[in-house]
């Protein structure tokens, strides 16, 4: 069975750092992409970050320039470095991963990891 397992939230002031993981574990045939997402009280999730098997990363608008998405294939993990974070950054982020198993091409979710950030 894929699971994908989160690491890293916390609470930290406005203009500090985190850093999240997320591994993929199970019988994994490929990784096709993976991701972050966040939904914060009230409303919809969004995007925040993905980044393609070859490394080709896309951000959301209000994250480019203080986050970083990366990976390393050897670990099915990736990475989400968040630099410069702001009170509206709080949310609970949810890694995403486009994978090939056993039951062929599906979209996996994590549990998803708590970040607050206090003004």
């Known amino acids: 069975q894929v699971q994908l397992v989160e690491s890293g939230g916390g609470l930290v002031q406005s203009g500090g750092s985190l850093r999240l993981s997320c591994a993929a574990s199970?019988?994994?045939?490929?990784?096709?992409?993976m991701g972050w997402y966040r939904q914060a009280p009230g409303n919809q999730r969004e995007l925040v970050a993905v980044?393609?098997?070859?490394?080709?990363?896309n951000y959301a608008d209000s994250v480019k320039g203080r986050f970083a998405i990366t990976n390393d294939n050897a670990k099915n993990t990736v990475y989400l470095q968040m630099n410069n974070l702001l009170p509206e950054d709080t949310a609970v982020y949810y890694c995403?991963?486009?994978?090939?198993?056993?039951?062929?091409?599906?979209?996996?979710w994590g549990q998803g990891t708590q970040v607050t950030v206090s003004s």
């Open positions: 199970g019988v994994i045939f490929r990784i096709y992409g």
């Open positions: 995403n991963a486009d994978l090939a198993t056993v039951r062929g091409r599906e979209e996996y």
């Open positions: 980044i393609k098997s070859g490394g080709r990363a």
